[in-house]
Nanobody, 124 residues
Framework: QLQLVESGGGLVQPGGSLRLSCAASGFTLNYYAIGWFRQAPGKEREGVSCISSESSNTYYADSVKGRFTISRDNGKNTVYLQMSGLKPEDTAVYFC?????????????????WGQGTQVTVSS
């Protein structure tokens, strides 16, 4: 059974950092493109970042460019989203998604496999 589990969310002060993890079971993540998405209350799901299956391509939304870094550890079958310089507007539930694509995409409809999400709250 293919499963994605996010972890690493929590409460952090503005300017702080968090590292989100997306661990896969039941399949090998290095053959999959991975996307990170977030959804704040009352807002649509937003594509934040993605990494292609070969890690040759990454993408960042303008809202997080320069602050977030996506990476993968194939040995641990895990993808990470390192978030720094966090702002209150980064508060949301963060989801990772996987699809056997070579290209990188932050279109939610391109992904069939999703985690349950992890809450990130940025507040003083």
């Amino acid at each position: 059974q293919l499963q994605l589990v996010e972890s690493g969310g929590g409460l952090v002060q503005p300017g702080g950092s968090l590292r989100l993890s997306c661990a896969a079971s039941g399949f090998t993540l290095n053959y999959y493109a991975i996307g990170w998405f977030r959804q704040a209350p009352g807002k649509e799901r937003e594509g934040v970042s993605c990494i292609s299956s070969e890690s040759s391509n990454t993408y960042y939304a303008d809202s997080v460019k320069g602050r977030f870094t996506i990476s993968r550890d194939n040995g641990k079958n895990t993808v990470y989203l390192q978030m720094s310089g966090l702002k209150p507007e980064d508060t949301a539930v963060y989801f990772c998604a996987a699809e056997p694509l070579t290209r990188c995409t932050v279109v939610a409809g391109d992904y069939d496999y999703w985690g349950q999400g992890t809450q990130v709250t940025v507040s003083s």
